[in-house]
């Protein structure tokens, strides 16, 4: 479909998990929010349409300290924000559902409209939270639909017309029209109704990460949109045509879910810069600990520190991804990139990127790279970094975002109530009398 018939572009920027946040905890002068803060106000100034806080459970954990606990993180920046949406990453494996719907009902109410939930099922964390061993990914992904449909029938408790205005700038509440969800289920028993007022969106926009089959059959019958690591754009079509499919068979709004992508950028300002940073990239790889790092994307069941750097590696040694209980679809990505003839040099640096499309070029190239795949119908959202560094921010909002407006992929700035209308997502389904 070309790009003059779709939904724009829709952008969005990280705000945690930075190192400068946490070295600011040890500056008296500063806050831990600071950078977080003048990032959000950029994000607005210059039209981006989301915020995204991610978050990791473990002190640690994948060679971080953890990150800020997104939805208080979120909270305080909607104090300073009025437009962009505010997407936080929490997990259902080790949360109530009921809390789950409070918290994200207030962050709905505080930011006027502007919450989403990224929804995951966590490889990491276990062991803070009283859980013994992770579940299996099919118990995780279980427990997954089942938070998600108390947390719906929770924010759905509240039929419409349940408050109403009395005229003295308070409000009336009709007690018919907020009703128990009565729920019973392998996890949880919950009665409800919800104890805070119907949110502004109804509910908050539904994100998901997971690209194993369990995350794909969660994806396809919940979410509204799902955050992706697609490196290649025959993966990104592959995986779009299938969830979307799977989406359709189970009765959701045709174009269901979204499909979110974030763009690892390395910005030039010529090709001979390109050129340049790609070899100097190359030649800062730290091979030692790129051996592990690769060895986690594949499952942390295999030593690689023998292996030859330029040889690819053997099928045999390649896991079993059915024996793996933690980030099956991130082993699955390195696995086919493994299969495609790569060797473990080339790897070792893919797996920088973490599995995560990534691209080098002047702001045009890159314009090109993400007009291919959007015009291929396989980008709905995509995550740019940099606004936190002045060179890159200067290559993204001088440069690459000017260049996708002109191009038509990025829309003009529209009003919009709520998050939910900015994405421009088809309606709620009605809610049962």
């Not at 109530?96 to 490889?123: E, I, K, M, Q």
């Not at 539904?206 to 794909?216: H, K, L, P, Y």
């Not at 390109?274 to 990239?281: A, C, F, G, H, N």
């Amino acid at each position: 479909m070309g790009s003059g018939t779709r939904r724009p572009l829709k952008i969005v920027t990280g705000v945690s998990g930075s190192p400068k946040i946490y070295a600011a905890a040890i500056d008296p002068e500063r806050s831990t929010l600071a950078d977080a803060l003048e990032i959000a106000k950029l994000a607005e100034q210059h039209r981006f349409d989301a915020l995204f806080a991610a978050d990791l459970l473990s002190f640690g954990a994948q060679g971080a300290i953890g990150a800020q606990e997104p939805l208080i993180f979120l909270a305080a920046l909607s104090s300073v924000t009025s437009r962009v949406g505010l997407i936080a990453t929490v997990t259902t494996t080790f949360h109530h559902p009921y809390n789950l719907a409070r918290l994200f009902g207030t962050l709905d109410h505080v930011s006027n409209g502007r919450a989403a939930w990224n929804a995951v099922t966590s490889s990491l964390g276990e062991e803070n939270y009283g859980a013994g061993e992770l579940p299996s990914p099919e118990e995780r992904y279980a427990r997954a639909g089942e938070v998600l449909d108390v947390t719906n029938a929770l924010f759905d408790s509240w039929r419409p017309g349940a408050l109403t205005p009395d005229g003295r700038g308070g409000a009336t509440l009709d007690p018919a029209l907020v009703r128990r969800i009565d729920h019973a289920g392998p996890y949880f028993t919950v009665q409800g109704p919800l104890n805070i007022p119907a949110l502004p969106q109804r509910r908050p926009v539904q994100f998901q990460a997971g690209q194993s089959e369990g995350g794909i059959e969660l994806g396809a019958r919940y979410a509204e949109v799902v955050f992706t690591s697609l490196s290649t754009l025959e993966d990104a079509v592959t995986y779009a045509k299938r969830i979307r499919a799977r989406a359709a068979e189970l009765g959701r709004a045709d174009g269901l879910p979204l499909i979110f992508s974030s763009l690892h950028a390395t910005y030039g300002s010529s090709v001979a810069e390109v050129r340049r940073l790609v070899r100097e990239r190359a030649e800062a790889t730290d091979f030692a600990a790129g051996r592990k790092a690769l060895a986690d994307m594949l499952g942390g069941g295999i030593d690689l520190s023998e292996r030859p750097l330029d040889r690819p590696l053997p099928e045999e040694l390649l896991p079993d991804v059915r024996s793996v209980n933690r980030r099956r679809g991130r082993v699955e990505i390195f696995s086919r990139l493994a299969r495609s003839g790569k060797t473990l040099r080339e790897l070792i640096i893919a797996a920088k990127d973490t599995g995560h499309w990534a691209a080098v070029g002047t702001p045009e190239q890159l314009a090109d790279a993400i007009e291919e795949r959007y015009t291929a119908g396989v980008l709905d959202l995509i995550g740019l970094s940099g606004l936190d560094d002045p060179r890159t921010r200067d290559f993204l909002v001088a440069g690459l975002l000017p260049e996708l407006r002109r191009r038509g992929i990025l829309g003009p700035d529209r009003d919009a109530a709520t998050f939910r209308e900015r994405l421009e997502l088809p309606p709620l389904p009605p809610i049962g009398r």
